[in-house]
């Protein structure tokens, strides 16, 4: 299996440092909002890569974060009138729901940075014994000219980064280089005491004390957006380097961002959608293959028609698993008789025959999902020409292997292991409400809003709720409406 490895900048034959085991760690989300659909894009694609190490027989043990514990949540709790630990405790909850709702599972360890605080202060005093942090009136900060290696992951040299528009100039650091480890107590904001007085880790810090904390010194992998290569992950190496004396990691990897309107979907540019909503409205296997049917490392721009596009290559396979179905019941399944078989028999055959190992290869091949489902989707062409061609008696057995095949492909991917006849529905339940919503704005254009209102009135009758916003119109199942088609003529 070969991975790109960012640190070397190469492709590299994947070799864990224990044979058949796998030691992972990702970085995990900043509790103090729902998650948006671009921070769902690493969640899913090492979800998808940890389930494949596990397809191909390796013990993958994976770590992630729950950073509970930050500027982010604070604000958001002094905005909201509430105390920092119920927006941590609220949004963690909502991270692990959001999980489910995208079948994502769930890491081995997932560590909250509250709970591992006294290993953060041992890693830190570790640090300033061996010199390479130091105490400021309580904030302890990163000596980064003494890591000899530092900027060797972003491959930026210190000096550039010395001139870099990004180091703001602080009085209390040796050199504006260096970075908090441990940032001392301000009133009313959570903290723990220390050796060096009351205070709280630094964001960078928390992931190298949970990683080698669960992991060992050496990690396998360590995966994140390329949004965090610089500095979070450089800062991680420095760390952790510094402080055990060993290489931190051996293969890092990077998924590349999405992109919304040309720039990176972002809450701070507030140009994002939650992936609760998108994933409710489009389904969660939409949502996997939408990021899947890309390689990893390549930009993707969200928008809505290219989600409904992937609900559309979702449900081409589920009505294909359907079909199948109900052709293996209409009839008494014989045993494959080759000699039998027509000419398109015999090319689903050799379809057959080839489409695993082809998978295989595409994965094996830095993670390529989008080679590997192209690959499905070849199979799928040749068992739905099958199907459409005269099927003879003799290829239901055809048609069965490759309906396992799917499904057995399907697994590592999270795609296509649901009820056929559900998905279906679903799928056209959603095209549905989706063809009402345009005949609804077709009214609204003819400034017909009685007719409009009546739509959406009768909608949330059926528990399905619209929500109008810039232009297009939003809906879910059964959350608070707003606004309302005769008000819209004022
Ligand atoms: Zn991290």
Not at 23 to 38: A, E, L, S
Not at 149 to 176: C, F, I
Not at 312 to 337: C, H
Request: aromatic share 10%; proline share 4%; charged share 30%.
């Amino acid at each position: 299996m070969k991975l790109y490895n960012t640190l070397t900048r190469k492709s590299e034959e994947f070799v864990p440092l224990e044979p058949g085991r796998v030691k992972m760690y990702v970085c995990g989300p900043t509790v103090y909002d729902y998650f948006h659909i671009g921070n769902a894009r690493p969640f899913i694609v090492f979800d998808v890569f940890r389930r494949y190490l596990e397809y191909r027989g390796y013990r993958v043990t994976l770590a992630q974060n729950i950073t509970d514990v930050d500027d982010k949540i604070i604000n958001k709790a002094t905005s909201e009138g509430i105390a920092a630990q119920e927006v941590a405790r609220r949004y963690t909850e909502a991270y692990f729901e959001d999980l489910e709702r995208l079948d994502i599972h769930r890491a081995d360890v997932q560590p909250r940075a509250t709970e591992t605080i006294p290993q953060m202060i041992e890693f830190i005093q570790r640090l300033i014994d061996k010199g390479y942090a130091y105490d400021h009136d309580g904030n302890v900060y990163f000596r980064v000219r003494k890591f000899k290696n530092y900027g060797q992951l972003s491959g930026k040299s210190v000096d550039q980064l010395k001139s870099g528009a990004r180091v703001a100039v602080d009085e209390r650091k040796e050199d504006p280089l260096d970075f908090a480890l441990w940032k001392a107590a301000k009133p009313g904001e959570p903290s723990w005491p220390s050796p060096w007085g009351e205070g709280r880790p630094g964001w960078h810090l928390e992931c190298s004390v949970m990683a080698t904390s669960i992991l060992g010194d050496t990690l396998d992998i360590h995966a994140g957006g390329t949004d965090l290569i610089f500095p979070h992950h450089e800062n991680e190496i420095a760390q952790s380097e510094a402080a055990t004396g060993q290489r931190f990691v051996r293969y890092w990897m990077h998924n590349e961002l999405l992109h919304f309107e040309g720039e990176k979907m972002s809450k701070s540019l507030g140009n994002f959608e939650y992936a609760r909503e998108i994933t409710e409205r489009y389904g969660p296997e939409a949502v996997r293959y939408f990021y899947l049917a890309k390689h990893y490392r390549t930009p993707i721009s969200f928008s809505h028609r290219a989600m409904a596009e992937a609900r559309r290559a979702v449900e081409r396979v589920y009505r294909l698993l359907e079909e199948i179905e109900s052709q293996a019941q209409s009839a008494a399944e014989p045993e494959l008789n080759e000699a039998q078989l027509s000419e398109r028999g015999r090319a689903l055959l050799g379809k057959l025959s080839q489409t695993r190992e082809a998978f295989i290869s595409h994965m094996d091949d830095d993670f390529n999902t989008a080679g590997a489902l192209g690959q499905l989707f070849e199979l799928v062409r040749e068992l739905n020409l099958c199907i459409s061609e005269d099927l003879q008696p003799a290829e239901l057995p055809l048609l069965r292997a490759g309906e396992q095949l799917i499904r057995e492909l399907g697994r590592p991917l999270g795609l296509f292991q649901g009820a056929p006849w559900q998905e279906v529905q679903e799928g056209l339940q959603g095209e549905l409400i989706e063809l009402l919503i345009e005949v609804r704005s077709q009214l609204r254009i003819k400034r017909e809003y009685q007719l409009a209102d009546e739509i959406r009135q009768r909608l949330s009758r059926l528990g399905v709720e619209l929500k109008d916003q810039d232009r297009r119109t939003l809906w879910s199942y059964g959350t608070a409406s707003q606004g309302s088609d005769e008000r819209a003529r004022a």
